[in-house]
């Protein structure tokens, strides 16, 4: 029976290698938490606003859909009106561009798609701001959504229809 | 009548032809198999010149109808060394033979095999790889399902339901198998979708699998780009036959309170019941059962009945008419994708909760219902022709569920084939056959399409000095709607040689997959994205070479190993239109694969059986000059069984690493999966029972996306057979 415990051995010292549990829990959330605030009068057709994060600037229509957090997405709920505290989980890393993006009725297509506002610079208010997020909550990630100064995707990746 | 149709119609009037043979009287071998120690063996007596097997009973008592003269008998039981016996017996002959085998490591694997070449054929003379999974492997694992059953052979690996050889398929939601399913050698895609539904059969009347690895187009035509994977339901005893099954589960709970979902234990419970009666001349059997599962994770409750049947008619010596069908109805909830980022579940503050899903998906649920009928004429007029015609329908049906939106689709497979097998000489053996299909879809989501194919197809091989060259080739035409048709070319060459060190083998074959009228005609919304049909898709094709070797070493020790290359073109990936928030299915990978497989089977001991396999995996989506998704570099499957009288007890451990690619969510983190399941087993006269510890260190790993793999779970096994 020694020899039989002896020549199990290696398939007990595999199994030993095995002993760590794959997959854990990853206590609190990792991702970007902020306040919007809203203004402007919400459009009759809106199917919903959506805030999400790139970690370059788009250039491309292609790069339009390199966005965090991945499908399916959930909009913030209504009414879109005062202010509002939203979390969204997205992997560590550095982000050119948190945005928020409202979605008129239809297909996931650039022409159902303006950008409503975005997480600003605090030096230079017109240009992005930088978000960082390495293994915990960014906070603090504030911006205005104005439905009456919206932009459609063509304003950053042109050209713009007639 | 054209020349063209001769081949199939002589066939075919051979086939008709009643035989008056039937007249004629059989010979009887009956008696006993067993160890030698005296224990009674469930062991397989086969004609080795017809290929007709009796199993012995649990007292290991059998029942063998022969042709009179020369008979050749092989006893087998996995684990042992087989015996031959040549017999020679008088018409009306009723002979006692009474068989005792000695444990060997060497008989780990069968000896015959009857996939790789369309006949029955040693296993060292195939060509190409084969993986074999008899009834008491099978049964010694417990499993209860085809698909666990065959997820631990060497080179394969399931991910959710979708099975690769090789890295062959990789997860494409069930859409478009690159593995062909047979069921005693009849096609069992799906028609509409092209994936395989692997409860179609119950597992307690499988009583072999054969997974055949590399393109197999060259026999079998389309989806079998990647491989074949071949059930063989048990053969019918004479006499009368009974065995239940009982099962019963419990699936461990999440490690993390964080994560616990409900507040009891789930669990699983199902029971099988199987009756046979067998004559010399008729024989059938009927199953039915069904289980009830409440899943290991949220909203994953699933109801499963099923029932089954098979008639034979042994209409002479060398003759068999079969008739055979199952049915099978699942209703399940669906789980979809686990629960990640703020507000999309109970998050309890985490990143992700890996048991409770998305409540985008709550209340999904799924009605599948799914069947087949198949009618087989097998004739062996001579030692040196075998003929073979089937005929076979397949119906799936499903319904899924969704909040504010229900699909359908209903689909028809409707098969037939004619085969002939030569021996021209005692060297040569010959396949020919054609073959002919219809599929049809009714769906809200697919459109109601058809497609037909036809197909030719003749392989040979021949003797060369100790060498085994074979050469054939398949032509498929492929028609949509009645459209033009489409032809596809799939030769395969190949040989064995045998030598000291081992029989060599290598072959080079093409492959081919027709697309799926769900890939073709899709019209449905996923989330933000509308999937449009493309009716212009044509199939994937791939070049698949061999070179591998078995050799035994010192009778203990016995070794498999193959390099494979294979090369994939135009292969049918979903295309995303991001300007137009569209997908589509198109031709646009040209992938390659290639790697190496070893199987290593040794008897360390008497009593103690091990294995060992491993696959090496390089794949490269040469289009866009990344790794292929969802395929393992590492995949390593070790095994060991100790069996001690009645007592057994054994294990499996599958390490299969992290992949280098995935789709839809890169982020996410993935991990080695690690999974070793324990087993233990008592019998006695017809009572057995068996312990099933499947992820016993309770590892939590996901191979497709969002989608939690299996945890611990126990399961309790109770047979008892007549």
């Known amino acids: ?162 | 009548m054209t020349r063209r149709f001769a081949l199939p119609l002589s066939l075919l009037a051979a086939l008709l032809a009643v035989p008056r043979l039937a007249a004629q009287r059989t010979a009887v071998v009956y008696g006993s198999v067993r160890d030698s120690g005296g224990q009674p063996l469930r062991a397989t007596v086969t004609d080795v010149a017809t290929g007709l097997r009796s199993f012995a009973d649990n007292q290991g008592r059998y029942r063998l109808s022969v042709a009179p003269g020369r008979t050749v008998v092989r006893v087998a039981h996995i684990g042992y060394a087989s015996v031959f016996d040549t017999l020679t017996l008088g018409s009306a002959d009723s002979v006692e033979r009474n068989y005792f085998l000695r444990p060997a490591a060497v008989e780990l694997q069968p000896h015959v095999v009857v996939t790789a070449a369309k006949r029955s054929q040693l296993l060292d003379q195939a060509v190409t790889s084969v993986a074999v999974l008899e009834q008491p492997d099978i049964a010694r694992r417990a499993v209860t399902t085809v698909d666990e059953a065959v997820d631990k052979a060497p080179g394969v690996q399931f991910l959710n339901g979708q099975v690769n050889i090789r890295g062959s398929t990789g997860y494409v939601q069930g859409l478009g198998s690159r593995v062909l399913l047979l069921v005693d050698g009849v096609p069992a895609n799906q028609g509409d979708r092209g994936g395989i539904n692997w409860d179609l059969v119950p597992l307690d009347r499988v009583e072999r699998v054969e997974v055949v690895k590399g393109a197999g187009s060259s026999l079998y035509g389309s989806a079998a780009l990647g491989g074949v994977v071949n059930l063989i339901t048990r053969e019918i005893p004479p006499g009368f036959h009974a065995r239940v099954r009982a099962t019963g589960s419990l699936f461990s709970n999440p490690p993390h309170d964080v994560w616990r979902f409900r507040d009891y234990t789930g669990a699983r419970e199902g029971i099988d019941v199987t009756g046979s009666y067998g004559t010399d001349m008729f024989r059938g059997s009927y199953s039915a059962g069904g289980w009830h599962s409440d899943g290991y994770r949220e909203q994953d409750r699933q109801n499963h009945w099923q029932t089954g049947g098979k008639g034979e008619w042994r209409a002479a010596p060398g003759t068999v008419v079969t008739a055979s069908g199952s049915w099978a109805s699942d209703q399940y909830q669906v789980p979809l994708l686990w629960c990640a980022g703020p507000g999309s579940c109970d998050d309890r503050g985490q990143a992700y909760q890996p048991f409770m899903i998305d409540q985008s998906g709550r209340g999904a649920h799924t009605r599948s219902d799914k069947g087949y009928l198949t009618a087989t004429l097998d004739r062996t007029p001579s030692p040196r022709l075998a003929l073979h015609a089937r005929a076979s329908w397949l119906r799936t049906h499903f319904i899924d569920f969704q909040p504010g939106n229900n699909d359908f689709g209903v689909a028809n497979r409707v098969g037939a084939e004619l085969r002939g097998n030569l021996s021209p000489t005692s060297s040569q053996d010959v396949t020919v056959g054609a073959e002919g299909a219809r599929s049809d879809v009714t769906s809200d989501i697919f459109g109601n399409h058809s497609q037909t194919e036809l197909a030719a197809y003749g392989e040979s091989e021949r003797g060369v000095g100790s060498a085994r060259l074979t050469a054939g080739a398949r032509i498929d035409f492929l028609a949509v709607d009645g459209g033009s048709l489409t032809a596809v070319v799939s030769p395969r060459v190949g040989g064995v040689l045998p030598t000291a060190r081992g029989a060599w083998r290598a072959s080079i074959g093409r492959g081919f997959r027709a697309p799926s009228m769900a890939e073709r005609f899709p019209s449905l919304a996923v989330g933000p994205f509308s999937v449009i049909e493309n009716p212009g898709l044509t199939p994937e094709t791939a070049w698949s070479f061999e070179l591998g070797n078995t050799t035994r070493w010192s009778g203990v020790v016995r070794s498999d190993g193959a390099l494979f290359w294979t090369e994939a073109y135009d292969l049918i990936e979903p295309h995303v239109d991001a300007t137009r928030g569209q997908i589509q299915f198109r031709n646009v990978a040209h992938a390659r694969l290639a790697g190496l497989d070893l199987a290593l089977d040794a008897t360390p001991l008497t009593r103690l059986t091990t294995s060992l396999a491993y696959t090496f995996l390089y794949s490269r989506d040469l289009a866009l000059d990344s790794a292929l998704a969802f395929r393992p570099t590492h995949l390593l499957t070790l095994a060991a069984d100790y069996r001690w009288g009645r007592f057994g007890a054994g294990g499996d451990f599958r390490y299969s690493s992290r992949f280098g690619r995935v789709e839809l969510y890169p982020d996410d983190p993935r991990v080695d999966a690690k999974v070793l399941d324990l087993r233990a087993s008592w019998e006695s006269g017809p009572f057995a029972a068996r312990v099933l510890l499947t992820n016993a260190l309770d590892y939590i790993y996901n191979l497709v996306p969002r989608t939690l793999a299996p945890v611990r779970t126990l399961s309790v096994t109770l047979t008892w057979t007549y």
């Open chain 1, 1 to 162: 029976m020694h020899r039989t415990a002896r020549r199990l051995l290696p398939l007990a010292l595999v199994a030993g290698v095995a002993c760590d549990k794959g997959l854990a829990p990853i206590p609190g959330l990792v991702g970007i938490r902020g306040t919007v605030t809203f203004a402007g009068a919400e459009p009759a057709n809106t199917d919903g606003v959506f805030i999400i994060a790139y970690h370059t600037f788009p250039h491309t229509t292609a790069d339009l859909y390199s966005f965090v957090p991945s499908p399916p997405l959930q909009s913030l709920p209504r009414p879109f009106t005062g202010s509002y505290s939203y979390t969204i989980g997205v992997p560590n890393g550095r982000y050119e561009w948190v945005v928020a993006v409202w979605k008129r009725v239809g297909l996931l297509i650039p022409d159902n798609l303006e950008e409503a506002g975005f997480y600003r610079d605090q030096a230079v208010p017109t240009e992005p701001g930088i978000v960082v997020v390495n293994g915990t909550v960014t906070d603090a990630i504030d911006f205005v959504i104005d439905f009456d100064n919206m932009h459609p995707v063509c304003t950053y990746i042109p050209p713009c229809p007639p």
